[in-house]
């Protein structure tokens, strides 16, 4: 209770975030990138993108690319013999 005997109610606004996801596993450049930029262009700003990708080549360009065209990765983590790269829009 305040000081004027009314209850304080704190309200937790939800907020749910679309996460998608891309599997790139089976493709190769330039096909990695031009994947995840077109998969991009059709979520909203503030969503998720989940790329499934193999080492080499596309974990390196991936991430740098996503980060140059003003997206923000906010997780690359190794699964298996496979990675994840986490990016928000």
């Known amino acids: 209770m305040n000081k004027n005997g009314f209850q304080k109610k704190v309200l937790k606004e939800a907020v749910t ?3 998608h996801t891309l599997d790139i596993t089976k ?24 790329v ?10 991936v991430p740098r690319t996503a980060e140059e065209q003003g997206h923000r990765v906010e997780d ?11 990016i928000r829009k």
């Open 52 to 61: 499934l990708l193999s080492e080499g080549e596309p974990l390196e360009s």
């Open 17 to 19: 975030i679309m996460q």
């Open 76 to 86: 690359i983590r190794k699964d298996g013999e496979l990675y994840h790269v986490v």
């Open 27 to 50: 493709e190769r450049c330039p096909m990695t990138m031009v994947k995840v930029k077109l998969k991009l262009s059709q979520i909203d700003d503030g969503e998720v993108l989940d």
